[in-house]
Structures are given as C-alpha cells and as structure tokens.
C-alpha cells in the first residue's frame, strides 16, 4: 500500500507500507541514489515471517516530492520524524544503507530516537563518508566531487559507474538495468546535492546518542563505504553488534540477501 506524508507546505515522501498488521515493525531508508524498491528481496520476503515493512522514499527521490531544497542530513531526519508520527509508529526497528544509514543515526541523535527500540545500519555512511585529518578511512574528497561534476555532466553516464561497483557478486545486466532505472527516478539536482552533503557532514557526535541495541552490516569488499567504517560505528555505539559479510560489496542486501534477511529477523527477535 502506497502513499504520501506532507512533511512541509509543498512537500510530500512516498511511503510504502507492506502488511500493516505485522506484530512488528521495519522502517527501511534507502541509500542515493536508489528509492524504497531496492530493498524488494527483504519485502518480498521479510513479511512472510510477519513483519511490517515500511518503505520511504527520502525527498528528491523515487516517488517523492522533489523540491530544490533540503538535503542535509537534519532535514531528512525531520522528514522521516513527520512519517512516524503520521503513522503513530512506536517500538520500531529503524534500518538504512549507506547515506540512509547516515540520515538513521542522525535521526537517533537529532529526536533522541523516537518511537525506535531498535537501529540497524546497513554499509553505513557513518562518522564520515570521505577522509578527514582525523579520520583516514572514507573516501577522498575529490572522488565525491567527480560523482557531484559527473551528475552535472552526464548523469546516467555517473550511475552507470556507480551501479558497477555496488555489488561484489555476478548481477545479470537485467539486474543492472532495473537498478540503474531506481538512480534516474530521482532529480539530478537532489542527486548532486545529496552527494555535495557527504562532504559536509559527519556523524562522530551522532554515534555516541544512539541509546538502543544497534546492528551493524557491512560488506568487506564495500568500495563505496569502506569496511573500516563499520569498526567506527561499532566502536562509537555502544550495545552495538558487527556482522561482516565476507562476500558482499555495498549492496550486500542483495549480494547476501539471504543471509541479510536472517541477521535483521535474528536481532529483531532477540
């Protein structure tokens, strides 16, 4: 079941809400550039075991409002705040990969988690997506502003070589292509702006917050959100659990969708 949440005058987020009346609830943000669909291997599945899986397409993307502003971090949190409250959402889990994984710790800090009893981050871009003085592990600056020039310049050319380092195993070109498709559904100003905001932003302060049990996923072979922030997040959690994934990249919600699935309903079930 679809529909959209006003979060400001102008403003509607898509949100998808598969079984309503699961006995427990998932609230899954996306990572850039994708929408709620790339998650489709945990809704096809996750609510057979009973669970409430709720989609949101974060603002610029997929079927949301995509205004020429408000695409920090504080603002997406706020967003995400306006869904739960729509929906009286209470004693939830709260998942996101990668830039979603940053927008859900910032969320955790910025609304002291609200209505969350549970966090997992998925190939996180949490403290910090590119390197920093004092923090060596991300990224280089100038490889985020080739993705920022690229989405200027030749937008599907910039995806089409995002898309071919997501994922560690063999994806068919059919995968490649309906993934590909997710990255065009959002607007090339919220898709630059988005990736300008890595720079800006960092997420060390967020973590230590974070007050619930906390599972962390992450692909070893991650190119995008390398390994070593993972470590981070599980050493600036705390009562937060790690579980690599020896044979995923970034994408490792489908590179290991099977056992992505289970690690998510062990932890919410413990």
């Known amino acids: 079941m679809g529909f959209y949440i006003k979060v400001e005058p102008g403003v509607s987020i898509y949100v998808e809400d598969l079984n309503p009346e699961g006995e427990k609830t998932i609230v899954f943000i996306h990572g850039w550039p994708a929408n709620h669909k790339m998650f489709e291997y945990q809704f096809d599945q996750l609510p057979k075991w009973g669970y ?35 929906l009286n959402l209470q004693d939830f889990t709260l998942g996101g990969h990668s830039t979603g994984g940053a927008i859900a710790v910032r969320y955790m800090a910025r609304h002291k988690g609200y209505g969350v009893s549970k966090l997992a981050l998925f190939a996180a871009a949490a403290p910090s ?5 004092y923090f060596p592990h991300g990224l280089k600056k100038d490889d985020v502003i080739k993705i920022i020039q690229g989405t200027n310049n030749d937008r599907p050319e910039m995806l089409r070589g995002f898309g071919d ?19 065009l559904q959002a607007a090339g100003w919220s898709t630059a702006a988005v990736a300008a905001s890595w720079i800006k932003e960092e997420l060390f302060s967020d973590l230590g917050e974070i007050q619930v ?26 009562n937060s ?30």
């Not at 997506?129 to 003085?133: D, E, F, N, S, T």
């Not at 560690?168 to 997710?182: K, L, P, Y």
């Not at 049990?213 to 705390?238: M, S, W, Y």
Request: proline share 4%; net charge negative; aromatic share 16%.
């Open 52 to 86: 409430r899986c709720i989609g949101i397409d974060s603002r610029g993307f997929g079927n949301s409002d995509k205004p020429w502003r408000g695409y920090d971090y504080d603002t997406s949190a706020d967003d995400i705040r306006c869904v739960v409250e729509a």
């Open 213 to 238: 049990p906390t599972l962390i996923l992450h692909g070893i072979h991650d190119k995008v959100c390398l390994f070593p922030l993972a470590i981070a997040q599980n050493e600036g959690i705390r």
């Open 241 to 270: 659990k790690l579980v690599p994934f020896k044979y995923s990249g970034h994408g490792l919600f489908y590179d290991e969708r099977d056992k992505f699935n289970k690690e998510l309903a062990q932890f919410i079930e413990e």
């Open 129 to 133: 997506l590119i390197q920093r003085p």
């Open 165 to 183: 380092m997501f994922f560690f195993q063999h994806v068919t070109q059919a995968f490649s292509d309906w993934f590909f498709q997710m990255g």
